[in-house]
């Protein structure tokens, strides 16, 4: 069965700090990836989606980049945080594009900026 | 674009009561529906999904939803909850046309009252 692992679980990192979020899928190959954040109180927002490897296309223009550099791993960094960049980051993917396909979501990581 | 509202953002209810938890979207293009359950600091696990056929669709730990294409609704529903259901609720659509995007809403907090 396919699993999805996002570390680390927690971080605290001071304002102006580089991040480095890791997502890796088991048990399947080229899926699709997702990041997305939850600010609090608020939804889902799509940061960024990969339909392979190198191919990232970023949803919200931000301080924060991505990129795959193998099949079933999805990295989410940013090389300056700040405060708003608080949230909790998940990791998704699915099999396919298609609009039914469902996505599947890691367990999270909460990042807190001060 | 699309638009998903959840009308309610806090929803407490008692223990063995029946609860309905709302959820609407904005286009009448053909759209594909599912609700995911976030249990507090972990991912999104699916609940259930409509893709085509009966509008009335069976997810798991007992819950229901019904499509309704004239209200452009997707309410969930469960007819006896457990202190267990307390968690946030996600409504999400995704639209014909767009890929894999799917568009959430800002979830519901249900409370389960002993």
């Known amino acids: 069965s396919q699993t999805i692992h996002q570390w680390p679980a927690t971080l605290v990192q001071p304002v102006g700090s580089p991040l480095s979020l890791e997502c890796t899928v088991e048990g399947t190959s080229n899926p699709n990836l997702y990041w997305y954040r939850q600010a609090a109180g608020r939804g889902l927002q799509l940061l960024f989606y990969s339909i392979g490897i190198d191919q990232i296309s970023s949803e919200v223009p931000q301080n924060l980049s991505a990129s795959r550099p193998q099949d079933r791993q999805f990295i989410l960094s940013s090389k300056k945080l700040l405060l708003s960049d608080s949230g909790f980051y998940l990791c998704a993917w699915s099999v396919g594009l298609a609009e039914s396909d469902t996505q599947y979501f890691g367990p999270g990581t909460r990042l807190t900026v001060l | 674009a699309q638009s998903v509202t959840q009308l309610d953002s806090q929803v407490p209810v008692f223990e063995e009561a029946p609860v309905e938890l709302r959820c609407n979207y904005s286009?009448?293009?053909?759209?594909?529906l599912f609700w995911y359950v976030q249990y507090p600091n972990q991912g999104l696990q699916l609940l259930l999904k409509?893709?085509?056929?009966?509008?009335l669709v069976k997810g798991i730990n007992g819950f229901e939803a019904e499509f309704n294409k004239s209200q452009t609704s997707f309410h969930l529903r469960k007819p006896s909850v457990h202190i267990s259901d307390t968690a946030e609720y996600f409504c999400?659509?995704?639209?014909?046309?767009?890929?894999?995007?799917?568009?959430f809403g800002t979830g519901t907090s249900l409370t389960v009252i002993p």
């Open positions: 409509y893709l085509s056929g009966s509008t």
């Open positions: 999400a659509v995704s639209q014909r046309g767009t890929g894999n995007q799917f568009y």
């Open positions: 286009s009448s293009v053909s759209v594909y």
